[in-house]
C-alpha cells in the first residue's frame, strides 16, 4: 500500500482547489516517531487558502473519518500528523514483500519505453583505472534501476577507440615498439609507448605534427594503419573484458567512436545545408556565442574529426535506431561543457528530441590531490586494487570464519563489492581523493557491512529450519499476528522495508545510486538494531513466525538493493 497516495485522496475535497497530487507532494516521513509516521505541513497552503497553518491542520483533524490504516491524527503547529495501526503497516509492507520476493520494489513506470545508456567508454590502448570506475559503475547502476522501473534500457560502451591518441600510438609502436612485447605485455606495453611518445615529444614538437598526419591517413583508411589500431583494440577489449567479468558489467553495444567514421560525413553536410557551419582559420564550427559558450568545433584544418562531430553523429543514430526516451551520457564533471555544446548542436539542427538528451556529471578521482593522468603514468590501475581487495576480504575470512564454504568465491563477492559500494556510497557529483586505506576499510557503513547483514539475516532463517525457510513462510501476515510486532526496533525497519520503492523511484529520478546505498546502510543499521534487541527464536509460536517473516523480508530487500547497484549478496561470511 501507497501511504501517502492514501493520506493524499482521503484529505481530497478537504482542502479546496488542491489536488491529490499536490497533497501527496506535500506529505513527508517525520523523524520523530512522536509527530507520527506521515505528517502534512500545511504552511505553503497558508496563502492559498487564506487560513492560519494551525487552522488547516485543526480543520483536517477534525474532519477526518476513520480508516482502518490509521490509528490516529492529530494536528500540531501547524503539522497534520497521521499515525498508521502498526499491524496494517506490518502486514501490508510483509505480505507486499514475501509474495513479490526478486521482484519488490519493482514498477512499471518505464512501460517498456527505450533508454540509452553510454557509459564506462575507455580509451582503447590505456589502463583501465580508479577513475573509470566512476562511470563504470554508476552507469551500471543507472541501467539496473531503469530496468527494473520497467525500462527497456541499451547499455552501450562507447569505447574511445578514434582519435589523434591512435596517430601518436602507431608513430610510437613504429619507432620503439616490439611485437612480441606488446602481445606479452598488453594494454601495459601499449601505455609505456603512449608515455614514451609524450616525453619525446617535449623534444621534438615536430612529432606532434607526424602523429596528426598519422591519423589522418587512418581516418582515410591507409591498409598499414588500420591494422595496427584493429590490433591495438582487440588487445584492449581482451584486458577489459577481464575487468568487465570482475565487476559484474555487462554491454548491448560496443560501438565506440569508430562506428561513426563512415556516418559523420552526413552529419557535416547536413550542418552546412542547415546554414550553421562556419569557416574559422581552415576549421569548420558552430557558432555558439548567442549561448555563452566557445564554438563547438566539427572539423580540423586537416579536415579530421573532433569528439563534437562523433557524438553529435552518434546521437542522431541512436535516436533513428532506439527512438529513446532519454539518452543518458555518464562521464566526469570536467566534460559538463561538451555536452552543452553538442546538446546545443542538436538543438540548433531542429531536432525535438534534444531535450532527451542527459549528461550525468560525476565528480573526479584524484590521486592523494594529484590528478590522474595516462600520459605521465598517473594512475591506479583497477585490476591492482580489486587483487588487493580480493586478497584483504581472503585474510579476514580466514581469521574470523576458516571454514567457511566457497572461501574464493565469497572473497571475490565482498572484496570486489566493497570497492563498487565504496564509489557509489558517495553523492556522484562529490570529488574523490584516492586513498588505499579508505578503499580497503571493510568497517563502518561499507558494503561489507551490508553484505554481512544480509548473510546474518540468512543464518537466522536456516537456524530456524527448514519448515520456515524461503517460500516455506507465509506469503502473507494476517494483521492479528502481523500487530505483535509492536517494538520500536520492529516499527522502525518495517517503516524502513516499506520506504525501498520510493527511494529507487528518487534514484531514478535524481539518477543518483547512492540513494540506494544510503538505504541500504540505513536498513541494515536498522535490521541489527531489531535483532539485537528482540529475540526471533522464540517459544510463542506466532510471535517467532511474525519476526521471521520479517527477517525474511529484510533479507529479500537487502539482496535486491545490493544487486540494483552490482553487488552480490552471500548467504554466508
Known amino acids: 500500500m501507497n501511504y501517502k497516495q492514501l493520506l493524499a485522496s482521503q484529505l481530497e475535497g478537504k482542502l479546496e482547489g488542491v489536488d491529490t497530487g499536490a497533497i501527496a507532494d506535500l506529505i513527508e516521513y517525520p523523524p520523530n516517531p512522536q509527530m507520527g509516521d506521515l505528517s502534512m505541513p500545511c504552511f505553503r497552503l497558508s496563502k492559498q487558502l487564506r487560513k492560519a497553518p494551525q487552522a488547516i491542520a485543526e480543520g483536517l483533524a477534525a474532519s ?14 501547524g503539522y497534520f500528523n497521521v ?7 506490518a502486514s501490508s509492507v510483509i505480505g507486499e514483500i514475501l509474495e513479490q520476493n526478486e521482484r519488490y520494489g519493482s514498477q512499471n513506470i518505464g512501460q517498456g519505453r527505450n533508454i540509452v545508456i553510454d557509459f564506462s567508454s575507455p580509451n582503447i590502448a590505456k589502463t583501465f583505472h580508479i577513475g573509470h570506475l566512476r562511470s563504470t559503475m554508476i552507469g551500471n547502476a543507472i541501467y539496473k534501476i531503469h530496468e527494473f ?14 582519435g589523434t591518441q591512435f596517430g601518436k600510438l602507431i608513430v610510437a609502436y613504429k619507432q620503439w615498439g616490439e611485437e612480441s612485447t606488446v602481445e606479452a605485455e598488453g594494454i601495459g606495453e601499449l601505455q609505456r609507448l ?28 591507409d591498409e598499414e594503419a588500420i591494422k595496427l589500431w584493429k590490433w591495438f583494440v582487440a588487445i584492449s577489449l581482451k584486458e577489459f573484458e577481464k575487468m568487465y567479468e570482475l565487476l559484474g558489467v555487462s554491454f548491448d553495444s560496443y560501438t565506440g567512436e569508430s562506428f561513426y ?3 559523420m560525413a552526413a552529419i557535416v553536410e547536413e550542418l552546412k545545408e542547415k ?26 584544418k586537416d579536415g579530421g574529426t573532433l569528439y563534437h562531430t562523433r557524438d553529435v553523429t552518434a546521437a542522431v543514430y541512436r535516436q533513428q535506431t532506439y527512438d529513446f526516451e532519454k539518452c543518458i551520457y555518464v562521464t566526469d564533471a570536467g566534460q559538463s561543457l561538451h555536452f552543452q555544446q553538442w546538446f ?5 539542427m531542429g531536432y525535438g528530441w534534444h531535450d532527451k538528451l542527459v549528461h550525468v556529471p560525476f565528480g573526479k578521482v584524484s590521486l592523494e590531490g594529484a590528478k590522474l593522468s ?15 581487495a580480493i586478497e584483504k576480504t581472503k585474510e579476514i575470512i580466514e581469521q574470523k570464519n576458516p571454514n567457511l564454504e566457497n572461501k574464493a568465491e565469497t572473497a571475490q563477492e565482498v572484496g570486489v563489492g566493497a570497492i563498487i559500494f565504496s564509489d557509489l556510497s558517495n553523492n556522484r557529483v562529490k570529488d574523490i581523493v584516492f586513498s588505499w586505506e579508505d578503499a580497503l576499510n571493510f568497517e563502518g557503513e561499507t558494503g561489507p557491512y551490508v553484505q554481512y547483514t544480509h548473510a546474518r539475516a540468512s543464518s537466522v532463517l536456516r537456524k530456524a529450519g527448514d519448515r520456515v525457510a524461503g517460500e516455506q513462510l507465509p506469503l502473507k501476515l494476517n494483521e492479528q499476528d502481523a500487530a505483535l510486532l509492536d517494538q520500536p526496533t520492529e516499527q522502525a525497519l518495517l517503516k524502513q522495508l516499506y520506504y525501498f520503492k520510493e527511494r529507487l523511484e528518487q534514484a531514478m529520478q535524481k539518477l543518483e545510486p547512492s540513494i540506494v546505498s544510503r538505504y541500504l546502510v540505513d536498513l541494515a543499521q536498522s535490521f541489527n538494531r531489531f535483532y539485537h534487541e528482540c529475540p526471533i527464536l522464540v517459544e510463542d509460536a506466532a510471535l517467532r513466525q511474525a519476526r521471521l517473516a520479517v527477517v525474511r523480508s529484510t533479507q529479500i530487500t537487502i539482496h535486491n538493493g545490493l544487486a540494483l547497484i552490482g553487488l552480490k549478496a552471500p548467504e554466508k561470511m
Open 149 to 162: 522501473l520497467g525500462y527497456n534500457c541499451i547499455g552501450i560502451n562507447h569505447l574511445g577507440d578514434w
Open 374 to 388: 595516462t600520459r605521465k603514468g598517473n594512475v591506479v590501475r583497477l585490476e591492482e586494487l580489486l587483487t588487493l
Open 194 to 221: 603512449y608515455i614514451k611518445f609524450h616525453d619525446e615529444a617535449e623534444q621534438k614538437p615536430e612529432l606532434e605534427d607526424e602523429a596528426r598526419s598519422m591519423f589522418v591517413q587512418l581516418e582515410q583508411g
Open 275 to 300: 546554414k550553421l557551419l562556419e569557416e574559422d582559420e581552415g576549421a569548420q564550427l558552430v557558432r555558439l556565442d548567442a549561448f555563452n559558450m566557445p564554438p563547438a568545433l566539427m572539423l580540423k
Open 344 to 348: 546545443k548542436v542538436i538543438e540548433l
Open 64 to 77: 477526518w473519518q476513520e480508516h482502518p490504516a490509521v490509528l490516529r491524527v492529530e494536528a500540531i503547529s
Open 83 to 89: 499515525f498508521l495501526q502498526p499491524g496494517h503497516v
Open 261 to 263: 567514421n563512415d556516418k
